[in-house]
Each structure stands twice: as C-alpha cells, then as structure tokens.
C-alpha cells in the first residue's frame, strides 16, 4: 500500500508557474553565467544537455543547441553535428547509468506537435523500462518519478563526461 507520493521539487513549480516573466527563454536562462542551472548536465561548444525539469521518467533528459533557435532548419550544420553526437552520449550515459530498456527520443516543432517551449529547439531523450506505465497518468494526470532531480544530475554528469572525453 502507498502511504504518499513525494515530489518536494514540484512545489516552486505549482507555487510560482504563473510569476515565470514573459518571452523568457528557459533554456538561455539555464546558460546564465551568474544564475547556471543545477539541472545543467553538461555543456558542449554548441549545444548542451540539461535534465526536465518536469521529467516523464528518471533521467528525463533535453539536448539543446547553445544558440536560440527554434527550428531545425535554423541550425547549422555544426550545431546539428554536436546536437545528435550528445544525443547519442545521452543513450550511452543513461543507458548505463539507468539500466534501461529502451528510450524515447523526440523533437517537438510547432505547438500542434506538442512542442512546450516553441522558441528554442530541443530533443527528448526519455528513459524507459519494460512495464514502466501506470495508472497514476490515466487516473490523475500524474507522474511518479522516484529519483530527485539533483541526485539523477549528480549521477548523470561524471558519465557525460567520461563518455565524451573518450569520444576526443
């Protein structure tokens, strides 16, 4: 029997989600130099990875370019380049840090196709397991993800690293 569902992180979210200020973007915030992201996983040259914040599942990861754009077609080719090689870095670190059985990966373009953050690309990297859907999206709207944010970073970080300093 479950006693309680504990999201402690959630609450600045549903507390402040309205106070959020117009037209600023999430993600070239999470680049601030004076205020970085504690979800910030790692930072390439031209693109960077940083856990949701509102994750579907442990390890929910976002692949970002560096640069604001907010299509592909936008990029360049560089920044495609770096965008799919830690793409393919966050398969490798999650995979061995998580034990999965498989991902998801996706790219949202156009608020029709779900996208939640329209002005600044980005790519879904998101952890699954065999039978990991449950009733608690269908009855409630709500995920249960059992690992804090800080501590998926923490664990997630030193494997970018290792992955991508072998890839040099």
């Given at each position: 029997m479950v006693e309680r569902l504990w999201a402690p992180w959630r609450l600045t979210y549903v507390s402040n989600a309205a106070a959020s200020e117009p037209g600023q973007c999430i993600f070239c915030a999470a680049l601030n130099p004076e205020d970085l992201s504690p979800l910030l996983v790692f930072r390439g040259e031209r693109a960077f990875v940083i856990l949701n914040k509102f994750p579907y599942s442990n390890g929910h990861l976002m692949v970002v370019p560096v640069r604001?754009?907010?299509?592909?077609?936008?990029?360049?080719?560089?920044?495609?380049y770096e965008?799919?090689?830690l793409t393919r870095t966050a398969e490798m670190a999650l995979t061995e840090t998580y034990k999965l059985h498989?991902?998801?990966?996706?790219?949202?373009?156009?608020?029709?196709?779900?996208a939640g953050v329209l002005e600044h690309l980005h790519i879904h990297v998101v952890p699954r397991w065999e039978?990991?859907?449950?009733?608690?999206t269908t009855v409630s709207g709500t995920r249960v993800v059992p690992e804090e944010p800080e501590h998926s970073v923490s664990r997630l970080k030193p494997m970018f690293e290792r992955i991508v300093g072998t890839q040099k």
């Open positions: 604001h754009v907010g299509r592909m077609a936008d990029a360049g080719p560089d920044e495609l965008l799919i090689a498989g991902l998801n990966v996706g790219i949202n373009l156009g608020r029709a196709a779900g039978g990991d859907t449950n009733f608690m």
